[in-house]
């Protein structure tokens, strides 16, 4: 029982052309995130959400969007990919109570190639 | 602002050495939280500890023991007896109290840990 799952794991995708990666978790956590694991740049946050509909930006967000219509799924769409967006994906959850912050748990990761 | 700094970029050692991996971290924060995750050769993100700020006590768990020091803003990592297995990238991070809607976390760049047979 995973808790949260990624997909797809890896995908080639040609430049220009949108992307969407999917990110689904059963923990009925508040708290989801996409980050971008990179050579030299460890992890950044791309985008956020704090709850149904709603999403923020990271701090690497140009050239990314969000959507959370479902408290279990977070969606990361690259609208137009570029080269510079190959990566890998990592979806995180968070949940929030009396004992703040328990720390993410992280999917397994896409790893995105842009061609 | 938030930092985390990871010195070490990449450590060999030898399979049975003891190994310290460190972290400092920078916050204005009192209330805050440190972790650590592993990241092995498969990829995936493991959370390994989590500690708050008014927690120094230090944690042993089996091989794997934390050292916080709130005076020297670090959060080391120490492996004993260390094991081919324990081969990974190791990210120490810090969230502060939320002030934002999020809990925000800042990573560290990674410590790479090569542990040779």
């Known amino acids: 029982d995973a808790g949260i799952t990624q997909s797809p794991r890896h995908k080639v995708t040609e430049t220009g052309t949108p992307v969407t990666l999917r990110c689904h978790q059963t923990e009925n956590h508040r708290y989801m995130y996409w980050y971008r694991q990179d050579p030299g740049h460890g992890l950044r946050l791309i985008h956020y959400s704090y709850g149904v509909k709603d999403t923020d930006k990271g701090e690497v967000s140009d050239g990314y969007s969000v959507s959370r219509s479902k408290t279990e799924d977070f969606l990361l769409t690259l609208e137009s990919a570029t080269s510079s967006q190959t990566s890998v994906y990592f979806c995180a959850i968070s949940g929030t109570g009396t004992d703040y912050n328990y720390g993410y748990t992280f999917g397994s990761g896409t790893r995105l190639t842009v061609v | 602002a938030q930092k985390v700094t990871q010195a070490q970029t990449e450590i060999s050692v030898v399979e049975k050495e003891d190994v310290t991996l460190d972290c400092v971290y920078e916050t204005r924060d009192t209330t805050y939280y440190l972790f650590w995750y592993k990241q092995p050769p498969s990829g995936e993100l493991v959370f390994l500890i989590r500690?708050?700020?008014?927690?120094?006590q230090n944690e042993i768990s089996g091989r794997y023991s934390w050292n916080f020091q709130k005076s020297t803003s670090s959060f080391n990592f120490t492996i004993t007896a260390s094991q081919v297995v324990d081969s990974a990238v190791y990210f120490c991070a810090l969230s502060e109290r939320a002030k934002t809607s999020y809990d925000k976390v800042i990573f560290g760049p990674g410590t790479s840990l090569s542990v040779i047979p």
């Open positions: 500690r708050n700020s008014f927690d120094e």
